[in-house]
């Protein structure tokens, strides 16, 4: 499905780009996120808050070794991991290659296609990568993972940038350059627990020529690894805590793995 390819091309080039210096001593408990809008109407705007701490982040060290492209698809979700209902997509919708050529998109306002272009340029290639997707039908909703491995270690506190540029740019638009309609982005902070050493989280609302999907990220940071959880659907999608658990799993499967 076109929308959710591009969606997911949009978010990746945010996730992916958020790859940028900084420190910190200790994991947090909490996963990172947006600042929430302000309502003109109300001061009901709370972050989404369905997924609670309750282990500790999962840090072990050969979770955090640089993988072969072998080892990072064994550490990939499987549908006996998942719960009743889920089965396997073949075309990898959330994580397979999306083959329209969306170059010359424009991104309004303009300031937004700045701030992207800039996290776009910083992004690194992987030296390894697997992924994986699920779905519950035809029209979804989608679940999946993507693990990549870098030849150095990530850098401490990465998401602080690419937070900041999402919370400055919370409501944007991509107009195709082949006369489809524009495609509206809304991103929204969504409240998780941290699950490496370092785990950032963001919903995204699409609404794209009437259809509206809801589409959920969680990327951790762990050595040399970063693991890309994400979940978009027309109505309700993974609850926080199934993606909490799936992202465990994958952290352990990484450590198991040898």
């Given at each position: 499905?076109?929308?959710?390819?591009?969606?997911?091309?949009?978010?990746?080039?945010?996730?992916?780009?958020?790859?940028?210096?900084?420190?910190?001593?200790?994991?947090?408990?909490?996963?990172?996120?947006?600042?929430?809008?302000?309502?003109?109407?109300?001061?009901?705007?709370?972050?989404?808050?369905?997924?609670?701490?309750?282990?500790?982040?999962?840090?072990?060290?050969?979770?955090?070794?640089?993988?072969?492209?072998?080892?990072?698809?064994?550490?990939?979700?499987?549908?006996?991991?998942?719960?009743?209902?889920?089965?396997?997509?073949?075309?990898?919708?959330?994580?397979?290659?999306?083959?329209?050529?969306?170059?010359?998109?424009?991104?309004?306002?303009?300031?937004?296609?700045?701030?992207?272009d800039a996290i776009d340029a910083d992004e690194e290639e992987p030296a390894a990568k697997a992924s994986a997707s699920f779905t519950q039908g035809g029209f979804g909703p989608w679940f999946g993972v993507e693990v990549s491995s870098f030849p150095d270690e990530v850098d401490e506190d990465v998401f602080g940038e690419v937070l900041v540029a999402l919370g400055k740019c919370s409501r944007f638009s991509v107009d195709a350059h082949d006369g489809e309609p524009a495609t509206n982005y809304q991103v929204s902070p969504l409240s998780m627990a941290n699950v490496g050493e370092e785990t950032?989280?963001?919903?995204?609302?699409?609404?794209?020529?009437?259809?509206?999907?809801?589409?959920?990220?969680?990327?951790?940071?762990?050595?040399?690894?970063?693991?890309t959880a994400a979940t978009a659907g027309i109505g309700p999608g993974m609850p926080a805590a199934v993606m909490e658990k799936q992202l465990r799993l994958t952290m352990n499967r990484l450590a198991d793995e040898q």
């Open positions: 499905m076109r929308t959710i390819r591009s969606s997911i091309a949009v978010a990746a080039v945010l996730a992916a780009g958020a790859l940028v210096s900084g420190c910190s001593d200790e994991p947090p408990t909490r996963a990172g996120t947006i600042e929430a809008e302000k309502s003109q109407d109300s001061g009901d705007d709370e972050p989404d808050s369905n997924s609670e701490q309750t282990e500790e982040p999962v840090t072990d060290d050969a979770a955090g070794r640089e993988l072969t492209v072998k080892q990072a698809r064994a550490a990939l979700p499987t549908v006996a991991s998942l719960p009743s209902g889920w089965s396997g997509d073949p075309e990898n919708t959330l994580f397979g290659e999306d083959e329209d050529d969306d170059s010359d998109d424009t991104t309004r306002p303009a300031h937004c296609e700045e701030i992207f950032a989280a963001f919903r995204m609302n699409v609404d794209a020529d009437g259809i509206a999907l809801t589409m959920d990220f969680v990327i951790l940071r762990n050595g040399h690894n970063t693991i």
